[in-house]
């Protein structure tokens, strides 16, 4: 799957390995040359001890030029890893938010919006690392490390073998530590996911923490947090810091080998100092290559870990299956509940055999008492979760069948938690209808009762709303709710509780408003107040996952047990509004 990102910059991923070709052709080349200005330009060992002063400056500008040569594709070099490493993380993070898009309810809720934000910054930003390593990294080391051996046995075949026995011994050691290091860091990447879960929650949730006085637990719970991720870290540095010296130790024990090794060869005259001299560049290069190796492969157990983590996004199956069907229906506005009973994953069953039909242009109610699962039933209706038994209909097709932006185009809904984007007024209603003139958005805010206190901000409509709407009131939230969903003119619409931080004259003036305007579109208006329930057609009530009565409110009011105990509950405040 990472081959589908990598093959569309492979180009630049190419050029960028040639030139890191030529960079390391450079070094090789370099000890070679010394070791011949030794021999011959300083000792003079061809020509009986005389030195050579002409090569040696020939030699040294071919040395500085290849210097020049090597500098420059290696910064030729850095760039293409640059744009491909770049451009892939890109196109994963534009493709994780596509996917995230996509994602049904449950799906989101099982990720966590904290681990979903890690995923698409940091965890990408280390795929992306990881990726530049490798190009960069893996090309350079082994060309370094192969190349320095082979210019070693070239050198002298005794020299060779000294760094043959060492390699093998700094692989295992290397690779001990990558299989302790590669769990750290996963464990390292969820720990990341706690602490910017929290971190969400108590930025978003100040309000709520001041309000409780929990300042000292939330700031205890994120130390602790953050306290586990630097553990982790810690471990994950104390590896490698055991790992670098030892690595340096078989290194230097490599030079001291070919030290003595060419002691006595050059002794017995079977090899000259310059070729200890360039034995020992080449060694030092290995040693520079193996340390890169130790960096890569932090990187590169790291990015793995982080791999995984993006790729579960990048390849979940989107949970809800769009249908064939595009909206068009013969009639408009009717829902009916076939038997639908409804748990939510790994949840307790909320509903049970609810049966109901909404005729189009029919406003129902529904009441029951907290928790009691209305939410649930009017969030099946747009099918943001799917039924767990019998079905949903919208227009006599079951919502499996509509491809979803064709069904959540029939409906309009006011959510119980007014959501509002940090955006002006104007386009937080125009979230309904995009294509709305400013004369639509007007008469929805009229509908919603909005109007008023719209026109009265200084910006008018034009006024920025704070992140999540924190600048406007619960009511007014909720009324710019409001004016979104009568702004779509869906064929159905439903209010979620939306009215309950209005009082009780602002939201009757909405409901007869809406009757004018909207005389024909089908109405679910979740409540908990008789006062906005009793105007409805029928009041559905639900209890225990059940529906146990439905009907107008007179009906109700003589038959049913559990709406008399809650009008009965009501009653003062019903009472003081009719007056
Ligand atoms: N996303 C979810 N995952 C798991 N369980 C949930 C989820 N949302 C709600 N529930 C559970 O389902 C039950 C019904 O919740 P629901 O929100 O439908 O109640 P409600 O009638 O709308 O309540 P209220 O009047 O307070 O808004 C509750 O017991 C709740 O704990
Ligand atoms: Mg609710």
Request: with cysteine.
């Amino acid at each position: 799957m990472m081959w589908k990102y990598i093959r569309r910059y492979l180009p630049y991923a190419i050029l960028a390995g040639a030139f890191m070709i030529g960079e390391v052709s450079m070094d090789l080349i370099q000890p070679g040359i010394m070791s011949q200005i030794v021999d011959d330009g300083v000792l003079g060992l061809k020509t009986g001890g005389v030195g050579d002063l002409d090569l040696i400056w020939r030699l040294g500008l071919q040395m500085i030029l290849l210097v020049l040569f090597g500098g420059l594709c290696g910064s030729l070099n850095n760039v293409f890893v640059h744009l491909s490493g770049q451009n892939i993380g890109n196109d994963m993070r534009k493709d994780c938010f596509r996917k995230i898009m996509t994602f049904s309810f449950p799906q989101m809720d099982r990720f966590g919006t904290g681990s979903l934000v890690t995923r698409m910054t940091n965890d990408i930003t280390q795929v992306q690392n990881f990726i530049s390593q490798f190009v960069r990294g893996m090309i350079r080391t082994t060309m370094l490390t192969f190349g320095s051996m082979y210019c070693m046995f070239r050198l002298s075949r005794a020299f060779g073998y000294v760094v043959l026995c060492v390699f093998p011994l700094i692989i295992a050691v290397m690779a001990v530590c990558m299989k302790k290091a590669g769990s750290l860091f996963t464990k390292l990447q969820a720990q990341l996911d706690t602490v910017n879960s929290i971190m969400q929650e108590d930025i978003t949730g100040i309000r709520v923490i001041k309000a409780c006085v929990r300042e000292i637990y939330e700031k205890l719970r994120f130390g602790k947090a953050n306290d586990e991720l630097i553990k982790t870290q810690l471990r994950v540095l104390i590896i490698f810091a055991f790992m670098n010296p030892v690595v340096n130790a078989l290194m230097y024990l490599a030079v001291a080998a070919i030290l003595l090794v060419g002691n006595v060869s050059v002794s017995a005259g079977g090899t000259t100092p310059g070729s200890v001299m360039a034995a020992i560049t080449y060694t030092t290069q290995l040693l520079n290559g193996m340390l890169m190796l130790v960096m890569i492969f932090q990187n590169i157990s790291r990015g793995i870990a982080s791999w995984k983590r993006v790729r579960v996004i990048l390849s979940s199956a989107p949970e809800l299956v769009d249908g064939e069907q595009n909206g068009e229906t013969a009639v408009k506005g009717s829902i009916e509940f076939k038997d639908v009973s409804f748990a939510y994953p790994g949840g307790q069953t909320v509903l049970e055999h609810i049966d109901l039909k909404v005729n189009p242009g029919e406003t129902l109610a529904l009441m029951g008492e907290t928790g009691c699962g209305k939410t649930t039933l009017v969030s099946l209706i747009p099918r943001f979760y799917d039924v767990t038994g019998g079905a949903v209909l919208v227009d006599g097709v079951n919502v499996r069948e509509y491809r979803q932006t064709a069904l959540r185009d029939k409906i309009a809904m006011a959510l119980q938690k007014s959501e509002l984007f940090s955006a002006s007024v104007q386009e937080n209603i125009s979230w309904g209808d995009p294509e709305a003139g400013e004369e639509e958005i007007q008469s929805a805010a009229k509908v919603a009762q909005a109007d008023g206190f719209i026109s009265r901000m200084p910006d008018g409509y034009q006024t920025i709303v704070a992140e999540r709407g924190m600048s406007l009131s619960g009511g007014q939230k909720q009324r710019v709710s409001i004016a979104r969903a009568v702004l779509k003119n869906a064929e159905i619409l439903i209010f979620d509780d939306s009215t309950s931080a209005l009082d009780l004259k602002t939201e009757a003036d909405l409901y007869t408003a809406l009757r004018k305007t909207n005389p024909h579109t089908t109405k679910i208006i979740v409540a908990q107040r008789i006062a906005s329930a009793r105007q409805a057609d029928r009041i559905a009530v639900l209890e225990n996952g059940h529906i146990v009565a439905c009907g107008p409110h007179e009906e109700l009011l003589a038959s049913c047990p559990a709406y008399q105990a809650i009008y009965q509950s009501q009653i003062g405040e019903e009472d003081d509004n009719h007056e």
